[in-house]
C-alpha cells in the first residue's frame, strides 16, 4: 500500500489542524493506521492509532486529549485532528500501515508502510 500524507502548515498556538493520509491499494480497511511524529534532533514518536474497524483508539501520553484519529474505509483515508496546538508539536508527521495481528500498533517497527510525512510548525 502507497501512503500520501497532506494537511501540514503553519498554526499559531491553539490552534487546529487536520491531517489526512490517502492510501492507494484495495485492502485498505485491512490495516491497522497510525500517525507517528518526528521534530528535528530528537527520535520518532508514537502519536496515535487506530484498529481496522476503527472502534479501538490509542494515542502517546502527549496527546492528553488534544488530538483525535479516524478513519473513512470507503475513502481509504485516514486522519488526525490536532487541537490546541503547542509549540512543541512542531514536526513532520507520518501516517503508517501494519498488518501486525493485534488491534492497535504503537511500535514504529511493526508498522511496514509510512508516507512521506508532512510538516506541522506551531508558532507561539
Known amino acids: 500500500v502507497q501512503l500520501q500524507a497532506s494537511g501540514g502548515g503553519l498554526v499559531q498556538a491553539g490552534g487546529s489542524l487536520r491531517l489526512s493520509c490517502a492510501a492507494s491499494?484495495?485492502?485498505?480497511?485491512?490495516?491497522?493506521m497510525g500517525w507517528f511524529r518526528q521534530a528535528p534532533g530528537k527520535e520518532r514518536e508514537f502519536v496515535a492509532t487506530i484498529s481496522t474497524s476503527g472502534a479501538s483508539k490509542r494515542y502517546g501520553d502527549f496527546v492528553r486529549g488534544r488530538f483525535n484519529i479516524s478513519r473513512d474505509n470507503s475513502r481509504n483515508t485516514v486522519y488526525l485532528q490536532l487541537d490546541n496546538l503547542k509549540p512543541e508539536d512542531t514536526a513532520a508527521y507520518y501516517c503508517?500501515?501494519?498488518?501486525?495481528?493485534?488491534?492497535?500498533?504503537?511500535?514504529?517497527?511493526?508498522?511496514?508502510?509510512w508516507g512521506q510525512g508532512t510538516l506541522v510548525t506551531v508558532s507561539s
Open positions: 503508517a500501515a501494519s498488518n501486525h495481528l493485534s488491534v492497535v500498533v504503537i511500535t514504529s517497527a511493526q508498522y511496514e508502510y
Open positions: 491499494g484495495r485492502s485498505f480497511s485491512q490495516y491497522v
